[in-house]
């Protein structure tokens, strides 16, 4: 059985910093794509990843490339979200997915859209306000 527990959410002012941690089990993080993807408050989740990392490497949004950064720790089996530079526009609630399956004509993609992940945290809440 997967299962993926989260933590690290709070409340920062602009400009502030969180990490948001992911640890798993039931699935090698070494072996699995873990994706983080956020749901702003009374919007949908959106359904491509903001941050992804899998043994195919990393990807990050626009919206967030050059402020985040992603890491896995394989001893610990979690990855983890650095979350610099905060704005009031990060806003949301962040959930993590991770699968073990790969896309792609080669078979080694990621999948970066939400619909694709089987396995899901509980979410944390990021709220960025002065």
């Known amino acids: 059985q997967v299962r993926l527990d989260e933590s690290g959410g709070g409340s920062v002012q602009p400009g502030g910093s969180l990490r948001l941690s992911c640890t798993i089990s039931g699935i090698k993080v070494n072996n699995a794509c873990v994706g983080w993807f956020r749901q702003a408050p009374g919007k949908k989740r959106e359904e491509f990843a903001i941050v992804m990392i899998g043994n195919d490497g990393t990807m990050y949004d626009d919206s967030v490339k050059g402020r985040f950064t992603v890491s896995r720790d394989i001893a610990e089996n979690a990855v983890y979200l650095q979350m610099d530079s905060l704005k009031p526009k990060d806003t949301a609630t962040y959930s993590c997915?991770?699968?073990?399956?790969?896309?792609?004509?080669?078979?080694?993609?990621?999948?970066?859209?939400?619909?694709?992940?089987?396995?899901w945290g509980q979410g944390n809440e990021v709220t960025v306000s002065s």
């Open positions: 997915g991770a699968d073990s399956r790969r896309t792609g004509s080669d078979g080694t993609k990621c999948f970066t859209r939400d619909f694709m992940y089987q396995n």
